[in-house]
């Protein structure tokens, strides 16, 4: 080694050991100003704003500089004090548009209402103060450094919600650009895991982006099957939009312009993905295609003129859409949507406040719910006045505090950890989630109930939110106490854009009886998400199956109730248990349990039927209905023996009805023996269908006794600790 190596390396040493003893010597700066205190207080009468902060720096004035925005790309100074309070006594007319950047020596803070009111994981733009290419820089770096578009980022605590301000004078957030979403010249948008896009207009048109991209991680950039966890609402998008994604991903109250594909053209030409949702979406130029996929739901969409097929490989159904494509195997289509609410969203109305929209309820609905200039038919509500804005910290304790005041609640993205459920007790409460905000039970005290419980009211909307279980529950959601008889008809329970999650993050153990439960009739429920985990941050395999423990996904109890978009996969009995009168499901995707250790640990009906049914209607009921549905064979983490005997079951009873179901075999040596009731052949020797089962000869199902929980009931396999 020479002399100067030498000398590199000790004066290196050196450093590291004085550091040691003085201060880290990579302070993060980002902490220390996050311990700063800070307030801001607006004086509607004087017009005036009063900052204060506790102290930092070491010396000299602090300088107070104002922007329009957080971003702006101008800040001028506005005062300079010794003092830790400032009054500025003549901010910009918008109260929002008052950003403070305060700054002593090395160190600068900024204060903002917006930021006081959502907290540090929602980010504003404003194209009055700021270029066009600033929010896509910003969100595009999120991707990159904090992990949002490759693996990792599917098990994060990170959440994030980008909402846009109101075009003005013709500008756009559009920096110019050409070819796919996906492509460097585009200049996109790159949407990660746990990332919402929002607009703030009162319709779409009001804010214009360029292109938009969701960047699959697996198999160099073909495979969007874990694309997972992001959601985008009521902007227009001028340029490509690429959705490429799986479930848990919702697109809603868009304007596309002009859209080539929905898939990622980065990888190799093998392409897939797992499904997805849109809604309430008018594309104005060209007919998309949903090339690759497995399966997708559209619902209330317009589409240019024209009836051919737009891609999907199993099950794609168009529900109230305008030029859906003509119906066959594969494509489904229905021309109305009985009953249903829009979900409600965040804007800022005329006054410059912030509100909510919430939609009326609509019945027999064809196309969107807005117009170029009318947001729709329903209520709007003021933020401030009628809200409590959760923020990441805030507790069971005190959101349910809130809730029992009157309040509904707005949870800003973040992960809630909670020791007791959120409990909604009354009629026409919300519950509103953005950045895919989750409420998990931690499993710091024995909470056996869940982590929402609502109860038997009128009008009750939860929507955006994202269940885990760190701990072990009977429910994660429960809608009706067990007793629940009341009639919602005239104004129905919505639960919209809703995941449940069993597993794949929590180093414990848990066990859980079903993730949801709908005891409630009348419940609409509009995009679901119920996953007992195949993959995750622990291991897996055959330890999956003691570890991860969950009976059922749904169970259906009330009579009346209307899905939209359900994907319920890997649950380790019936994955849906319906034994409501009158219930109607427009598509279902499903993937059975990987991870069943052989057949005699995954077997129903007394042990006489190999596994268990995806979607199972109990032999009780008279009257249901669903079409569109899938249930796709992956028998990975077996024995290489494991079976499923139907993949659907239903009474054999003429007022009791499935159409359009298929199944397949995607991986395993294992196969979904029948389509439905022992009929429809076998997955072993391809993909099967039936396109109506109604009053049929196949096999009923024998008679079972469902045990379902109650108020006293706690399922039998688990053991809780004293």
Same mark, same amino acid.
């Given at each position: 080694m020479s002399k100067k190596v030498i000398s590199i390396f000790t004066a290196f040493v050196f450093m590291l050991i004085l550091c040691s003893f003085v201060s880290p010597c990579f302070t993060d700066k980002k902490i220390e100003e996050e311990k700063i205190e800070r307030k801001i207080v607006y004086n509607k009468k004087k017009r005036s704003i009063t900052l204060s902060w506790s102290s930092f720096g070491s010396s000299g004035n602090y300088v107070i500089t104002r922007g329009g925005s957080r971003l702006a790309s101008e800040f001028v100074q506005v005062g300079s004090t010794s003092e830790l309070t400032f009054t500025d006594g003549k901010p910009n007319k918008n109260k929002f548009e008052n950003y403070y950047k305060i700054t002593r020596g090395s160190v600068t803070i900024m204060i903002s209402l917006e930021n006081q009111i959502f907290g540090d994981n929602v980010y504003f733009y404003d194209r009055k103060y700021e270029k066009a290419e600033t929010a896509r820089n910003e969100i595009n770096s999120h991707f990159v450094n904090?992990?949002?578009?490759?693996?990792?980022?599917?098990?994060?605590?990170?959440?994030?919600? !980008?909402?846009?301000?109101?075009? /003005?004078?013709?500008?756009?957030?559009?920096?110019?650009?050409?070819?796919?979403?996906?492509?460097?010249?585009?200049?996109?948008?790159?949407?990660?895991?746990?990332?919402?896009?929002?607009?703030?207009?009162?319709?779409?048109?009001?804010?214009?982006?360029?292109?938009?991209?969701?960047?699959?991680?697996?198999?160099?950039?073909?495979?969007?099957?874990?694309?997972?966890?992001?959601? /985008?609402?009521?902007?227009?998008?001028?340029?490509?939009?690429?959705?490429?994604?799986?479930?848990?991903?919702?697109?809603?109250?868009?304007?596309?312009?002009?859209?080539?594909? !929905? /898939?990622?053209? /980065?990888?190799?030409?093998?392409?897939?993905?797992?499904?997805?949702?849109?809604?309430?979406?008018?594309?104005?130029?060209?007919?998309?295609?949903?090339?690759?996929?497995?399966?997708?739901?559209?619902?209330?969409?317009?589409?240019?003129?024209?009836?051919?097929?737009?891609?999907?490989?199993?099950?794609?159904?168009?529900?109230?859409?305008?030029?859906?494509?003509?119906?066959?195997?594969?494509?489904?289509?229905?021309?109305?949507?009985?009953?249903?609410?829009?979900?409600?969203f965040l804007f800022i109305g005329d006054d410059g406040e912030y509100k909510i929209f919430v939609p009326a309820w609509q019945k027999d609905r064809t196309g969107v719910s807005w117009s170029s200039k009318d947001m729709g038919k329903g209520q709007i509500q003021d933020l401030l006045a009628k809200w409590f804005v959760a923020k990441e910290g805030d507790t069971d304790v005190e959101i349910n505090a809130a809730l029992k005041a009157g309040k509904n609640i707005f949870f800003t993205p973040g992960h809630y950890a909670l020791n007791a459920p959120i409990q909604v007790n009354r009629k026409d409460a919300i519950l509103l989630g953005a950045g895919i905000a989750s409420v998990t039970l931690e499993p710091t005290e024995k909470n056996i109930w869940g982590c929402i419980f609502a109860d038997d009211k009128d009008g009750i909307i939860i929507a955006g939110l994202l269940m885990d279980s760190f701990n072990s529950t009977t429910y994660q959601v429960r809608i009706g106490n067990e007793d629940s008889n009341a009639n919602h008809a005239e104004n129905p329970i919505l639960l919209s854009d809703i995941t449940c999650r069993v597993g794949g993050v929590q180093a414990k153990n848990i066990q859980i009886q079903v993730s949801m439960q709908l005891n409630s009739s009348n419940v609409v429920g509009d995009h679901f998400w119920l996953w007992r985990a195949d993959h995750g941050s622990q291991k897996g395999g055959d330890l999956r199956w003691i570890r991860d423990r969950c009976k059922n996904g749904l169970i259906v109890k009330g009579s009346d109730v209307t899905l939209y978009g359900l994907f319920t996969e890997h649950y380790q009995e019936y994955e849906v248990l319906w034994l409501g009168e009158r219930g109607r499901t427009f598509f279902f995707q499903n993937e059975p349990p990987y991870d069943a250790p052989n057949q005699a640990s995954w077997s129903s009906q007394g042990g006489r039927v190999d596994g268990y049914a995806a979607f199972k209607v109990a032999n009780t009921v008279k009257e249901h209905q669903s079409i569109g549905m899938g249930s796709y064979a992956v028998f990975t983490g077996t024995d290489g023996k494991v079976n499923k005997k139907n993949g659907f079951e239903v009474p054999n009873s003429p007022n009791v009805k499935l159409e359009k179901m298929c199944i397949t075999r995607f991986a395993g040596s294992g196969n979904i023996q029948n389509v439905i009731n022992s009929t429809g052949g076998s997955t072993a020797t391809g993909a099967k269908r039936v396109a109506l089962y109604n009053n049929s000869e196949g096999i009923q199902p024998y008679d079972e006794e469902f045990v379902l929980p109650n108020n006293e009931s706690y399922p039998s396999y688990i053991s809780m600790e004293k």
């Open positions: 904090i992990g949002l578009g490759g693996a990792n980022g599917e098990w994060t605590t990170k959440r994030q919600a !980008y909402y846009f301000k109101a075009n /003005i004078n013709g500008q756009t957030y559009d920096s110019g650009g050409s070819g796919s979403a996906s492509s460097a010249e585009a200049n996109a948008v790159e949407l990660g895991f746990y990332s919402h896009i929002g607009g703030l207009g009162k319709v779409p048109s009001d804010v214009k982006l360029g292109a938009v991209f969701t960047r699959p991680h697996l198999s160099g950039g073909a495979n969007a099957t874990c694309t997972f966890w992001r959601s /985008i609402e009521n902007v227009t998008v001028m340029r490509d939009f690429a959705w490429t994604v799986s479930q848990s991903t919702s697109a809603r109250r868009m304007l596309l312009e002009s859209t080539s594909k !929905y /898939i990622s053209d /980065i990888g190799d030409t093998n392409f897939w993905g797992s499904g997805g949702f849109i809604a309430d979406t008018h594309y104005t130029a060209v007919r998309p295609n949903w090339g690759g996929q497995q399966q997708w739901y559209t619902r209330n969409a317009v589409f240019p003129s024209g009836s051919e097929a737009m891609g999907g490989s199993y099950n794609m159904v168009w529900q109230g859409c305008v030029n859906s494509p003509n119906a066959d195997d594969v494509n489904s289509s229905i021309a109305t949507t009985p009953i249903i609410k829009e979900k409600p």
